[in-house]
């Protein structure tokens, strides 16, 4: 049987969805979309919109983008009506009741709309007239990225073409037919942020037509679209949630009016609270947010509560909170603050927020202790004691088995409580406390929703780990075989000598640039206590100071009590804005973090300190952030960090350090957020042999066979991977000459997929330490080969892309950032410059003018450069007098050709010279493409209104050219 085809997967979709209640609509163009929604707004509001009044309505959609477009969506317009009254227009029904809800749900395919180009969509469901979910489709067999790609090249092409009616959809739905994956309309999100739906036990429906059975229906798709997508107003865009965060939200909403009917009843409610189980990295702030917001619209709820264990989190929760929804919480900055939020109390008028959510809290547990403990707040909390308050609380595995936890539940009379962790406390990680060992479901009754990190591994929401141990092993001549101690000896003198230390201060100093892509990521050094902390750091700066490395190390530990962990797991926080004086016998490690501390002022340029808690606390958030913005190199600390902090550029975890349990499992989760295709794995150094615990720990947290689903595969089997794929590579193209050979496209794709996947596998061999082209079939000069040929294809087709020719290619994602391996720029091919300059004889030139070359060729930032260098190695380079003088040189010759590419560019197009430069100014400053009217301002002649769909886009390809040529990696 021939294969289906995309016409005919798209036929049946629509067939599906109108046998689902959809009512298939015929429109085929922007005329017919327009006359379409005026007649269902004007049903969905119960009165006929005139043109006139259609006229108000259509300028009103037209404004703002994505975002902006989203706020309008869920807002009320007021028109001026016909008869003269004042008239109020919706665009979305958000009552959840299906029988009372309006939204009427249409589907209709291949709509053709016109900007740059002219673009036909293929499925697009429209919700009371206004397209709200669009469907793109490739055939079986076809990469689903494919349709990612389709669906960005039509928002730069079309979406906001006529009216931007298409910049209103929420959610996109891609499928080849075997695989269906939706996500949020965000333009800056990647691929890595598309989800597969599931059941509420994470079973995929991957199957388009099992998926449209059970999200795309009227009920599913108004429930997604009122509640489950949000909008996020940090960073202006729109987000949507996965299955998983969902379920969990529901569970609990779920278990919160199960308790409200029990009451209703005077029945017991005993044993009615519950916890999330959702692995770390799976995003439990958004879960929880709207868990929070939707549970503060239940008028039988007096507060919902939010509780955090430290004050950082507390700032960044409210942070993150106001993102989600803007102004929707204070901070509950002190105690005071937050008694006055518990009992509504009165507030100075020039301090009201507005916007606030006056039934939402978020503060820390210890101010919720101070405020129900202490004589000065609890009477003025007595009112509130037999209120119905739904505490929610974050990290319960940490926070949730003190006093406090039992403080709570005896103050407030009618409360429940639900807690969020990724690691729940067990019989076999639990603590004794008085003779008892308390879990998780001790405290918080049930588990209502379980996403494992298996599950999230298998989703791609997390990466998995790559653990390297590194020490006194089975002798075999590798990298990682050092003669260091890694277990069997109990004498701490021999696990903290300084020869030990110094062994492992020098291994992650010659691997740290090969385990980060040479500092595109950055690391962290977790360490068994305080004192082994300091000799590391001054190790590293020793050697830092001696001229062997160049990493920027910076530390940060709680200095108030001695840090080591009798039992190493990672569980002991410190209590950020609550740093006491030190004792006498710990001065010692605050004299040295006051060291420290002042090493980080020097670099940059600030003035932390120990002496007040404030500024700590602003140390401790500015060291975050420095982290988060690959200003860090290395971070090395004892237990802070390991737990509640999230960086995407965070790849690799360096432990001595006995972890087990949940700690090990924190820690570990530090390095496996997704960010993109170069970072393929979390990196785990191990300096002790914590193979067992590791094992121990995933089977606790998710099951027994977890570790190979969790933990990479090793070394040998990536490199049995790799000349595998090779060898499919040779089957298509025997050598580098032969892709010139290839007969058409579709061979061209083939090799752009066989070499892509050689990338990804070479990407993830790169970062063992063992790894070298000696263990694998093709030389690294014949990979280099290939990878020439591999971005001249890349560059073959943006160019025919931009004179509008139409391409199999177009779609396919090259994945360039998996070759910028090196920092490689113009600084670095100037110092391959002053090496040529210096070439001792002809054949020592010619070698290394070959090498460097071939390093331009293989940069994709570079390419674009090779042939002025060319030109300047030729023309200019035989006139310096020496390899001193190469760099003014340089400078010389790129400030003349870049001028007289200004020239030439304003010749060719009849632009202003003076404007073009200004404009490439402001592209530089801002680092954003330039707009369309930027782009008119510079022309010597204003383009016709049929002109411009031609000429801008044009345009801002070649300016963007110019940047990239003249500019980025300068």
């Known amino acids: 049987m ?82 003269g009254t004042v008239g109020y227009v919706r665009f979305l029904d958000d009552d959840a009741d299906s029988e009372k809800n309006k939204n009427y749900f249409q589907v209709t395919q291949q709509v053709t709309v016109e900007g740059h180009y002219k673009n036909r969509y293929d499925v697009t469901i429209l919700v009371n007239g206004l397209p709200l979910v669009q469907i793109e489709l490739k055939r079986r067999g076809l990469e689903l990225k494919e349709a990612f790609n389709q669906i960005n090249r039509y928002q730069r092409h079309s979406y906001w073409a006529e009216d931007g009616l298409f910049q209103y959809v929420q959610v996109f739905v891609i499928s080849n037919g075997v695989n269906t994956k939706y996500y949020a309309n965000n333009r800056k999100q990647s691929f890595k942020q598309t989800f597969f739906w599931a059941d509420a036990i ?29 909008l996020n107003e940090a960073d202006r865009i729109l987000m949507v949630m996965r299955p998983y965060q969902i379920y969990a939200t529901e569970s609990i909403i779920q278990r919160v009016e199960e308790r409200e009917q029990l009451l209703a009843q005077t029945q017991s409610t005993e044993a009615l609270n519950g916890y999330i189980w959702h692995t770390t990295g799976s995003g439990k702030t958004l879960t929880s947010f709207k868990t929070a917001q939707l549970l503060t619209g239940d008028s039988k709820i007096h507060k919902v509560v939010f509780v955090v264990d430290r004050k950082d989190l507390d700032y960044q929760t409210s942070k993150e909170f106001n993102g989600f929804a803007k102004g929707c919480v204070d901070s509950t900055d002190n105690t005071k603050l937050l008694v006055d939020q518990f009992t509504d109390a009165r507030i100075p008028a020039d301090k009201v927020n507005e916007k606030r959510n006056t039934k939402l809290i978020v503060t820390t547990i210890q101010k919720l202790n101070n405020a129900i403990c202490h004589k000065r707040y609890s009477k003025r909390m007595e009112p509130v004691q037999d209120k119905n308050i739904v505490f929610i609380f974050d990290e319960c595995h940490r926070s949730q088995f003190g006093d406090t936890h039992q403080k709570i539940t005896k103050f407030f009379t009618n409360h429940q409580m639900f807690g969020f962790t990724g690691t729940p406390i067990f019989f076999e990680n639990a603590v004794s406390k008085s003779s008892r060992k308390y879990t998780t479901t001790d405290l918080f009754n049930k588990v209502l929703h379980k996403y494992t990190i298996v599950d999230a591994i298998k989703d791609e929401n997390v990466l998995k780990f790559n653990v390297e141990y590194v020490g006194r092993y089975n002798k075999n001549n590798r990298v990682n075989e050092v003669d260091i101690e890694v277990e069997g000896i109990d004498t701490k003198e021999l696990m903290e000598s300084d020869i030990r230390l110094e062994k492992i201060t020098d291994y992650i100093i010659s691997q740290h640039k090969r385990k980060t892509h040479s500092k595109e990521f950055t690391g962290m050094f977790c360490v068994s206590s305080v004192p082994t902390l300091i000799k590391y750091y001054e190790l590293f700066a020793k050697k830092k100071s001696e001229g062997k490395h160049n990493l920027k190390i910076a530390t940060i530990f709680s200095y108030a009590a001695n840090e080591e962990d009798p039992d190493a797991d990672g569980l002991e926080e410190v209590v950020l804005g609550e740093v006491a004086e030190p004792q006498a016998a710990y001065s010692h490690s605050r004299d040295k973090l006051e060291q420290f501390i002042g090493d980080y002022n020097e670099i940059f340029s600030c003035s932390y300190t120990t002496k007040d808690s404030e500024s700590f606390y602003n140390y401790y958030n500015d060291i975050s952030k420095k982290v988060r913005e690959r200003k860090i190199d290395i ?115 083939e090799f752009v997929k066989a070499f892509r996947e050689l990338m990804r596998l070479k990407n993830i061999l790169s970062t063992f330490a063992d790894f070298t082209f000696d263990d694998v079939r093709p030389s690294e000069q014949e990979f280099e080969d290939y990878k020439s040929k591999y971005l001249d294809l890349h560059d073959k087709v943006k160019t025919d892309n931009a004179k509008e020719k139409e391409s199999i290619l177009e779609e396919v994602d090259f994945e360039l950032e998996l070759l910028a391996m090196d920092v490689i720029n113009v600084a670095y091919i100037l110092k391959l410059l002053s090496k040529l300059k210096d070439a001792e004889n002809e054949e020592d030139y010619q070698y290394q003018y070959k090498a460097l070359m071939q390093v331009v060729g293989g940069d994709p930032t570079l390419r674009s450069k090779q042939e002025l260098i060319d030109k300047f190695i030729k023309e ?18 790129w400030e003349v050709e870049k001028e007289k590419a200004t020239q030439q560019l304003a010749n060719e197009e009849n632009l202003i010279p003076e404007n073009v430069k200004d404009l490439v100014e402001r592209m530089i400053f801002s680092n954003q493409e330039p707009l369309r009217e930027d782009i008119v301002a510079i022309m010597e002649k204003q383009p016709s209104v049929l002109q411009r769909k031609k000429v801008i886009p044009r345009l801002a390809e070649k300016l963007k050219g110019f940047v990239n040529t003249f500019y980025e990696g300068i």
Request: proline share 2%.
């Open 635 to 749: 971070l090395l600390v004892v237990n802070m960090f390991l737990t509640g902090f999230d960086s995407k550029t965070l790849n690799t975890l360096y432990v001595d350090k006995n972890l087990k349990y949940h700690g090990l499992i924190q820690a570990y989760s530090r390095t496996n957020r997704i960010l993109n295709e170069q970072k393929s794995q979390g990196n785990i150094i191990c300096f002790r042999n914590l193979k067992k615990r590791t094992d121990d720990a995933l089977a606790l947290f998710s099951n027994k066979d977890a570790k190979d689903t969790v933990i990479m595969p090793p070394y040998v089997d990536f490199l049995k991977l790799f000349n595998k794929a090779f060898g499919s590579l040779l089957a298509i193209a025997p050598d580098p000459d032969s892709v010139n050979d290839l007969e058409d496209e579709n061979q061209d794709l």
């Open 2 to 83: 021939a294969y289906q085809s995309e016409q005919e997967l798209e036929n049946n979709l629509v067939s599906q969805l109108v046998r689902g209640n959809f009512e298939k609509a015929i429109i085929t163009d922007v005329n017919s979309l327009r006359a379409n929604l005026k007649k269902q707004l004007s049903r969905l509001n119960n009165f006929n919109i005139s043109d006139n009044e259609l006229k108000q309505i259509r300028n009103a959609l037209a404004k703002g983008n994505v975002f902006d477009k989203a706020k309008t969506l869920r807002d009320r317009l007021q028109i001026n009506k016909d008869d």
């Open 876 to 893: 200019n380079l035989p006139n310096v007098k020496s390899a001193e003088e190469v760099d003014d040189a340089f400078s010389v010759y």
């Open 202 to 230: 994470n079973e995929r429906y991957t199957d388009l037509t099992k998926f449209a059975d059970v999200f795309l229906t009227p009920q599913h798709l108004t429930d997604m679209i009122t509640k489950y997508v949000v």
